[in-house]
Structures are given as C-alpha cells and as structure tokens.
C-alpha cells in the first residue's frame, strides 16, 4: 500500500518545538475531525480525537507533536543569538546546519561556532559541546533584536524527501507517528470498535513525557498503546546484539525500553495480531530512552495494559532521520488492526 506522502510531508515539515506545537496541532485538527466523534483539547495542548466503541472500556494510543529543537536565552551586542537545548542533541550534529527562529515572524540562522583555522590544537581535539554553538542570522543587532526575543522558539530547518525505499527529514521522531495515527483513524473511520478509541496527539514528550502523563491522567485507559520512531543501528561497524531494529524488517514490537517493560499480554496480543495479518514485524530491546508509552502505562489507578508499536528509524535526533516506507504502512496496519481485535483476548493473568 503505497503511504500519502504529500500529507507526512506537511507533517514533517512543520515547526513543533516542545511547548510550542501550535503549527502542528493545526494540521492535527484539520486532519482528525471529520474522522471522528469528539476532539478535545486540554490544557496542555494535547488533542484527543475520540471514537466511540461499543463497550465500556477505554484504549489510549499516544503519538508526541513536539520535535527536538531550542529556546532563545540570550541575544549578544552583537545580534548573535544564544540558546538552550528542548530535548536530547548530540552536539556535534549541530555543526554546519540551519536553523529558523519562530519569533515575530520566521527567521533563518546558521548554527555557528569557532572556526577550525583559528582554533588551537587543543581546541581541535576537544568534543563539542552545545555551549560552543550560537545563531548567526546574518541581520544587525537592532533587526534581530526587533524580529526576535528570548523565549522564542527554534526549530531545524531542513527538507523531506524520498530517497531510495526511504523517507528523510528532520522530525521523523516523532512525525511518523502523527501521520500513522491519522492514517489508522481513516482505516477506523467506517468501523465499528469494541472500546472507545482515544487518538491522542500529545505534547512535551522529548522533554520528559509530560503531555502524555496528563492525558493518561484525565483518560484513564484501560489499554494503551505508544506510538513513536526507536532505533535502526543497521550501519557498518554495528554487531548484531548492537542493532536494535533494522529498517524493512517490518514494524517493531516494543518488548521494554529504559521506561517501560511493556505488559506481556499486550507484546503477546501484538505479536499474535501481527501473524494473524500477515504483517512482518521486529521486536524492540532499547536500554536506554523511553516515550509515551511510560505515561500511558503507569499515569492512571492500577495503570494500563500497554505496549508499544515503534517504528525504525536510522539517524536518531539529527536532520537526517530515516525510515522504510513499507515499515510506516506496516505500522499503520498493525496498529488498525489491534484497535479492532482488543476484545477477542485473553487479557486475565
């Protein structure tokens, strides 16, 4: 089934730094509504696109709108801009990139730091560190200072395109999961489903999971789900144990990350989901990080049933993020797939 790759451009393309989700929630809308019974929005700015089922029991999937980006703390004499990290970086992926200041109105910068011709040997061997880094906007001071103020938000700039089996861009974490979200909401949207089906598009997550904890919180779901990219390590100089996932292996099923040992009965349900529907999958060992899927699970009385679909991703948190176009479908149809059938399991101890 080949994916609408116009619509998760537009997903991925848009701005979304944590806290500042506004541009992305706005496609979210526009997008979920006429595919559901009731849109909410709470007060965090987590959207709940919500579809009734025909028994009293609730399953939450969680999908994050934020991406990594930054915030503006400081604008030098100079106009040049400093800033402070929202969500994980490896700095050295900082060199050489642009970036677009949301502030009055957009402004394109340059992540700049000390020239190599200039630096000492010393310097030349050092790490990177974040602190090394500002924004060059090429304007003067007075302009910048006019057009922009701390507290703005920053995002990377960067295309989408297709390349090879692939898509690559900037926020495929977690942008795919936003666009496998309203893609199985379409599937669902003719449907009858056993439970009520809370779609909910979450907020904050790269800076600890805070919108999905509240939205479990007002839901108390009795399954969940989470719903975010994991790690592909399919690269040269990677041993086997080393991989995680591989891109085109199918979609993964999360067994346990660094937050969450998913529930057993879910990791078996999915599994089970998977083979009844010929849909090839992977499972899922990260040891560090986490998602929503943390929230979902323990953020309610008695927690959830929850588990987790990822789906492999190459070049975490850099612009150049990639994953399998077959893999984002597979996601779609597992995940479609587990919403309907939750009432056919076993769930007792």
């Known amino acids: 089934m080949a994916i609408n790759l116009e619509l998760l451009n537009k997903i991925c393309t848009a701005p979304g730094a944590p806290g500042f989700e506004q541009e992305i929630r706005k496609i979210v809308l526009k997008e979920v509504k006429p595919l559901v019974d009731e849109v909410e929005i709470d007060n965090m700015g987590n959207v709940y696109a919500i ?3 025909k028994k009293d029991k609730k399953v939450m999937v969680g999908a994050h709108m934020d991406e990594i980006g930054f915030i503006v703390t400081h604008i030098d004499d100079n106009g040049f801009v ?10 050295k992926t900082l060199t050489a990139q642009r970036v677009i200041i949301h502030g009055k109105e957009d402004v394109v910068g340059v992540m700049a730091s000390k020239p190599i011709h ?29 057009l922009i103020k701390i507290g703005d938000p920053v995002t990377r700039e960067r295309e989408f395109i297709e390349m090879g089996d692939c898509v690559n861009g900037k926020s495929l974490d977690n942008r795919l ?55 592909a390590f399919d690269l040269p100089g990677a041993s ?19 937050s969450t040992i998913c529930d057993f009965r879910m990791v078996d349900y999915m599994k089970k989901i998977a083979h009844e529907n010929k849909i090839k999958w992977q499972p899922e060992i990260l040891t560090a990080g986490g998602t929503d899927t943390a929230g979902i699970q323990r953020m309610t009385e008695g927690g959830s049933i929850a588990g987790a679909i990822s789906i492999p991703t190459r070049h975490l948190h850099q612009v150049i993020e990639m994953a399998n176009k077959d893999d984002i479908d597979r996601a779609i149809q597992l995940l479609s797939a587990c919403i309907t ?7 007792s101890f």
């Open 51 to 53: 579809k009734r089922g």
């Open 82 to 91: 400093r800033f402070h990290t929202l969500g994980g970086f490896d700095p």
């Open 118 to 146: 200039v630096m000492t040997p010393e310097e030349r061997n050092k790490v990177a560190k974040t602190k090394d880094y500002f924004i060059d906007t090429g304007m003067s001071a007075e302009k910048v200072k006019e």
């Open 177 to 231: 999961a936003v666009f496998i979200l309203i893609e199985t909401l379409k599937q669902l949207k003719e449907k009858s489903i056993p439970y009520d089906f809370y779609a909910v598009f979450t907020v904050q997550e790269e800076v600890g999971i805070r919108g999905a904890n509240v939205a479990a919180l007002r839901i108390k779901p009795d399954f969940g789900f989470g719903l975010d990219t994991t790690i």
């Open 240 to 258: 086997p144990h080393e991989m995680i996932t591989k891109l085109g292996e199918g979609v993964a099923i999360k067994i346990m990350d660094a």
């Open 341 to 347: 059938k939750l009432d056919t399991y076993d769930w």
